[in-house]
């Protein structure tokens, strides 16, 4: 009897065409954002205050208090709260994935493929892609660093890459990019239909991205484009690991050689190994 295939926990977000296209719609995204610089701009003027900017007292010489949002008592405390929430989740859920491997579950289970692609999105995408490359490579200067708020620093279109910042820059938001992890994981609640939770994550994480903007740490294509690529590299891992369990339930007597070398031949007995035709 063959076995039972195993269940998809993405549903249709591990889709190659979804994947396919939400590395489309990040690059289109990207053009967009260069092609239109106002966007970035008219974004940031929503909550700049100019007379604020003028009456405070210059840090430093360079730059000027005018994104007053950002120092809002709890808006900065609900700030402070969130920051830290991916990165924690994260650790539990790859605690999760040792103790129910050394339980014997193995990539077969939909829990240990879920949570091996959500803590593999939360390294590359945040870890490596956005702060190891991205944010420390680019150079955008953050808006409250910028001529046009009170800065001292020329504004630079989205993806341009410079020297003008030279660590922890603008391109792009990492804290937005985190922000886009828990979308992820509220896309995985939708699909196993938990729409309450699932809201809920979804509306802390736009909220979340969103404060980096109204504090003027980030231009709004920082925000959204580490949103953004954060879900799409989420959706390309999920269709890889979609596809390697169902390429190995398309070759069982190649994953069950596999299983043998890995688990010894002890663990096979000679009526249940492959090729065997003594039945």
């Known amino acids: 009897m ?79 709260a969130l920051h830290p929430l991916p990165v924690a989740l ?40 956005v702060n190891g490359i991205l944010k420390a490579h680019w150079g955008r200067p953050r808006p409250w660093m910028t001529e046009d708020f009170g800065g001292w620093l020329s504004f630079v279109e989205a993806g341009v890459k410079t020297d003008l910042c030279s660590s922890n820059c603008s391109f792009v938001s990492g804290e937005a990019a985190t922000a886009g992890w828990l979308m992820c994981l509220a896309l995985v609640l939708a699909v196993r239909r938990y729409a309450w939770p699932a809201l809920a994550i979804g509306t802390v994480s736009v909220f979340m991205a969103g404060l980096r903007v109204a504090f003027g740490a980030h231009y709004l294509s920082d925000a959204v484009l580490g949103y953004t690529m954060t879900v799409a590299i989420f959706v390309v891992l999920a269709a890889i690991a979609e596809w390697s369990v169902s390429r190995r339930d398309r070759n069982p007597d190649s994953a069950c050689a596999i299983e043998e070398t890995q688990y010894g031949a002890r663990d096979f007995p000679a009526s249940n190994r492959p090729g065997n035709t003594s039945k």
Request: net charge neutral; with cysteine; aromatic share 10%.
């Open 2 to 80: 063959p076995a039972e295939r195993p269940r998809n926990p993405f549903g249709p977000f591990s889709d190659p065409l979804v994947a396919t296209a939400a590395l489309a719609i990040w690059f289109v995204l990207l053009l967009r954002f260069q092609s239109a610089p106002e966007l970035d701009l008219a974004a940031a003027r929503w909550f700049f205050d100019a007379a604020a900017c003028a009456a405070s007292e210059r840090a430093g010489g360079q730059y000027c208090e005018g994104f007053t949002l950002g120092a809002h008592p709890l808006l900065s405390l609900v700030r402070e």
């Open 90 to 129: 994260g650790i539990v859920m790859l605690v999760a994935i040792l103790v129910q491997l050394g339980m014997g579950k193995r990539w077969r289970d939909a829990g240990i493929r879920v949570q091996t692609v959500l803590v593999s999105t939360l390294v590359l995408g945040p870890g490596l892609v």
